[in-house]
Nanobody, 123 residues
C-alpha cells in the first residue's frame, strides 16, 4: 500500500504562484500513477492533474491547463504541482491521490488519498 503526504499549501494573492508537494512511500510505488484533486467548500471533489510514475505521461483538467504543471522527482519519491497565475476560484483543499492505473484514468480510479493541504487565494 502507498502512503501519501502533502505539503506546500498556504495563503497567496491572486496572480501569485504556489508549489504543492506529495511525498509517496510504501511498496511498489512505481506501479502507481499519482495526481491531484481539489475540493472547494460546498463543492464536489474534482480532478486536477495526474502523472505516471515511470513514464512521465501527464493528464490535466481543462480548467487548469496552461496554469498548473505536474512533475515528479523519482529520487525523492515526490510529485509536485506547480500552480501559477492563481485565481480566487482555485481556493480549495488539495488532495494527492494514487492508483494502479495509467495517468489518464486516475481521475476515475483513485485508490489512495493523502490528508490534504489547504490553498487559499485572496483577490
Amino acid at each position: 500500500q502507498v502512503q501519501l503526504v502533502e505539503s506546500g499549501g498556504g495563503l497567496v494573492q491572486a496572480g501569485e504562484s504556489l508549489r504543492l508537494s506529495c511525498e509517496a512511500s510504501g511498496r511498489a510505488i512505481s506501479r502507481y500513477s499519482i495526481g491531484w484533486f481539489r475540493q472547494a467548500a460546498g463543492k464536489a471533489r474534482e480532478f486536477v492533474a495526474a502523472i505516471s510514475w515511470s513514464g512521465g505521461s501527464t493528464h490535466y483538467a481543462a480548467s487548469i491547463k496552461g496554469r498548473f504543471t505536474i512533475s515528479r522527482d523519482n529520487a525523492k519519491n515526490t510529485v509536485y504541482l506547480q500552480m501559477n497565475s492563481l485565481k480566487p476560484e482555485d481556493t480549495a483543499a488539495y488532495y494527492c491521490a494514487a492508483g494502479e492505473v495509467l495517468a489518464p484514468a486516475l481521475d476515475r480510479y483513485p485508490e489512495v488519498w493523502g490528508q490534504g493541504t489547504l490553498v487559499t487565494v485572496s483577490s
